[in-house]
């Protein structure tokens, strides 16, 4: 069974699953990028009219959608969608290749405890929104971070990304003097 949440971004939902949409972690996919992408599930979901990015996590995908599309008209599209697919298959959408590529970040202590700090206390708070939070880079005391999902143009992800993510990493990492998204 599939339920929604909404999200602080109105043109972002979050539609959960009980079942496993992705044992790789969380990703992001956008219309834009539509021929480069294989999964066909991605891809039609990326066709609906009105869809503009799509974010698959563990248990939830989060659809973003265009202002001029009404979410009544998409919604039961989007569940019909994953609902056909669990349906239809037992693996998740997003399947954990033999060889997933490794991101050695050079063992540097303070990115380490960055990325710890971003997994434990601010992945867990973006994802109940419908997004995801990705390092970019960390030089001269600046953080670089991605914002995915439900936080990818939405209004206050600015805010979330000072006033929350800053202040977090701030605390808890001497080195950091601030976040900025990438």
Not at 103 to 108: F, H, I, P, Q, T
Not at 139 to 154: A, F, H, I
Request: charged content about 30%.
């Amino acid at each position: 069974m599939i339920q929604t949440e909404l999200t602080p971004n109105p043109n972002s939902l979050k539609f959960l699953s009980e079942k496993t949409i992705s044992d790789i972690g969380t990703e992001e996919y956008k219309r834009d990028d539509i021929s480069k992408i294989s999964n066909q599930f991605i891809k039609e979901l990326l066709s609906f009219n009105g869809v503009e990015l799509v974010l698959l996590s563990k248990n939830f995908l989060s659809v973003k959608k265009k202002e001029n599309i009404s979410w009544d008209e998409l919604k039961p599209m989007v569940i019909s969608h994953i609902n056909d697919y669990f349906e239809n298959n037992k693996e998740p959408i997003l399947k954990a290749k033999i060889e997933k590529e490794k991101k050695d970040l050079n063992n540097d202590e303070t990115i380490k405890k960055i990325i710890d700090v971003l997994d434990t206390k601010v992945r867990p708070a973006v994802a109940r929104d419908g997004g995801d939070i990705k390092f970019q880079s960390f030089e001269n005391g600046v953080v670089k971070v991605n914002l995915q999902g439900s936080c990818s143009g939405c209004p206050s992800s600015l805010m979330t990304l000072k006033q929350g993510v800053q202040n977090i990493l701030k605390h808890y990492v001497k080195e950091v003097n601030s976040v900025e998204a990438s």
